[in-house]
Nanobody, 120 residues
Framework: VQLQASGGGLVQPGGSLRLSCAAS????????MAWYRQAPGKQRELVAH???????GYAESVKGRFTISRDNAKNTVYLQMNSVKAEDTAVYYC???????????????WGQGTLVTVSS
């Protein structure tokens, strides 16, 4: 199983960016898909998560600015980032709790990370 993240880059404060992460490989079902981020010198933190039924949660710092969504048919999760701030600068990692078989317990998978830099 691989999680391939894309969409990072340089964006000005107040701008927008959309991250994507596609899961591929031997996937039976995906329970939760999420985005984490890690800023320099800080611990990795949960940004947003979305369950298969569409229920979502956000970190307080991004509520009202970021939107997480998923396409179950494509095993893909998105993070729409609006009104970005300098403190959103970080490496963003996608994460998925999924099963590779009917009898296989859910397992936690990570993508490689994509850098988002907010700067003028």
């Amino acid at each position: 199983v691989q999680l391939q993240a894309s969409g990072g880059g340089l964006v000005q404060p107040g701008g927008s960016l959309r991250l994507s992460c596609a899961a591929s490989g031997s996937i039976f079902s995906i329970n939760v898909m999420a985005w984490y981020r890690q800023a320099p010198g800080k611990q990795r933190e949960l940004v947003a998560h979305i369950s298969r039924d569409g229920s979502r949660g956000y970190a307080e710092s991004v509520k009202g600015r970021f939107t997480i969504s998923r396409d179950n048919a494509k095993n893909t999760v998105y993070l729409q980032m609006n009104s970005v701030k300098a403190e959103d600068t970080a490496v963003y990692y996608c994460n998925s709790i999924l099963r590779t078989g009917r009898e296989v317990p859910p397992y936690n998978y990570w993508g490689q990370g994509t850098l988002v830099t907010v700067s003028s």
